[in-house]
């Protein structure tokens, strides 16, 4: 298989292709990983301490045994976050984790959070409740209070959406090129 460089584009300024090659490519590589894998780690901690508690999560995508499917994702997550931040076992790593991340994307454009917070009894309650809220959240409860939060859960759909479908490439980005340089696979010389 030919090198990943081997059929570029010519540069126009050539002088930048040792910074380009010998810093800026390994350290884009690295920083992704890394990041990639440390939000998994952040986001499987709270499932790897209560393995079976996205049961209920697993039951309603359908997949049973759930109870094996909610240990299976907690440990994907933290686990495999772990190894992906160390880039060990990269590729069945991250394609395990971006099947996973494609099924979170699919929830989250299929599911989505709704249109309302708050019904109108709750909305009108808004200013009665002022002298609980500080200063500062004025604007926001009044516009929270205009559309029972319909602005507020579309933003919070949007950032799922969007950072479930960039987590999602992220981790198949390394399913199909590995960890890169500077990762333990490659310090080891094998990969999968």
């Known amino acids: 298989m030919p090198a990943p460089h081997d059929h570029e584009t010519p540069l126009i300024l050539p002088v930048f292709r040792p910074f380009y ?41 359908g ?12 440990v994907l997550q933290f686990g495999g976050g772990i190894l992906l931040v160390l880039g060990l076992f990269t590729r069945p790593v991250a394609l395990a984790a971006g099947l ?13 959070y709704g ?15 002022a002298a609980l809220f500080t200063a500062d959240a004025g604007n ?21 959406n969007f950072l479930s479908a960039l987590w999602t490439v992220a981790a198949l980005f390394f399913a199909a090129f590995g960890g890169g340089r500077l990762s333990l696979d490659r310090a080891i010389g094998r990969e999968f």
């Not at 109870?67 to 299976?72: E, I, K, M, Q, T």
């Open 21 to 61: 090659r010998g810093f800026a490519e390994p350290l884009a590589w690295v920083v992704l990983r890394v990041l990639t894998g440390a939000m998994l780690v952040i986001e499987g901690w709270p499932k790897i301490q209560a393995p079976f508690a996205m049961t209920g999560f697993a039951e309603s995508l």
């Open 63 to 74: 997949l049973w045994p759930a109870g094996f499917w909610s240990l299976a994702l907690a």
């Open 100 to 112: 996973m991340l494609a099924v979170t994307l699919w929830y989250h454009l299929t599911r989505p």
């Open 115 to 129: 249109t309302a917070l708050l019904t109108p009894e709750g909305i009108a309650a808004f200013p009665e409740q």
């Open 140 to 160: 926001s409860l009044v516009n929270l209070g205009r559309d029972g939060g319909a602005r507020f859960l579309h933003q919070v759909q949007s950032k799922a």
